[in-house]
């Protein structure tokens, strides 16, 4: 049982690149989350999926994309990637309303 | 909507001393709460949450907080920590509708340093 698990755990992107990361749960979890960790703001939602092939967006959305096509995966998606999207991202999985499930995160740079 | 301050961003504490985090939230709504520890290059891990019933709530690791309603605060404390505790501590809201979705909202983080 892996938990959560976030692919790649590191990536460096020039600016206008585009990207994936992968968080995949094996907890058949129904609820699932992206969040950037930024210094002095703590986490902040991206968007989550209530489940298989639904998506909704967060507080921060803009320059990101997401899909859930089966339950066990949460992609995100940066299609042109700016510097000011250089953060550390994770991923939550959860299997009811009130405790989430974290990965260990992707930390992204964007030169 | 929902905000959570953190009142202190660093706290420097000796080991076997103890500790006291303190989170206050607004919310114009009920919510459930959280504390949550990420350990160096890692991810958050569930210390302890609040959902309902007795304001003390205990944790893992020797941690226990206190759900002040009137003063909205969830403050977090251990009476003696160890140097395995040097991490980040985040504490989290989540609004208690159905249309919240579990989306947890989460304050700027306090870093706990814990010296010999």
């Known amino acids: 049982n892996a938990g959560v698990t976030q692919t790649p755990k590191f990536r460096v992107l020039k600016t206008g690149q585009s990207m994936t990361l992968l968080c995949a749960q094996d907890m058949n979890h129904e609820y699932m989350y992206w969040y950037r960790q930024d210094p002095g703001m703590g986490l902040r939602l991206i968007h989550y999926s209530v489940g298989e092939g639904t998506t909704a967006k967060g507080e921060v959305p803009d320059g990101y994309n997401v899909s859930r096509l089966k339950k066990q995966n949460f992609l995100l998606g940066l299609e042109s990637a700016a510097p000011s999207q250089t953060s550390v991202y994770f991923c939550?999985?959860?299997?009811?309303?009130?405790?989430?499930?974290f990965g260990p995160g992707t930390r992204l740079t964007v030169t | 909507a929902q905000s959570v301050t953190q009142l202190d961003s660093q706290v420097p504490v000796f080991e076997e001393a103890p500790v006291e985090l303190r989170c206050n939230y607004s919310?114009?709504?009920?919510?459930?709460l959280f504390w949550y520890v990420q350990y160096p290059n890692q991810g958050l891990q569930l210390l302890l949450k609040?959902?309902?019933?007795?304001?003390l709530v205990k944790g893992i690791n020797g941690f226990e907080a206190e759900f002040n309603k009137s003063q909205t605060s969830f403050h977090l404390r251990k009476p003696s920590v160890h140097i395995s505790d040097t991490a980040e501590y985040f504490c989290?809201?989540?609004?208690?509708?159905?249309?919240?979705?579990?989306?947890?909202?989460f304050g700027a983080g306090t870093q706990v340093v814990v010296t010999p």
């Open positions: 609040y959902l309902s019933g007795s304001t």
């Open positions: 919310s114009s709504v009920s919510v459930y």
């Open positions: 939550a999985s959860s299997p009811i309303l009130y405790e989430q499930y």
């Open positions: 989290a809201v989540s609004a208690m509708t159905t249309d919240s979705w579990g989306k947890l909202q």
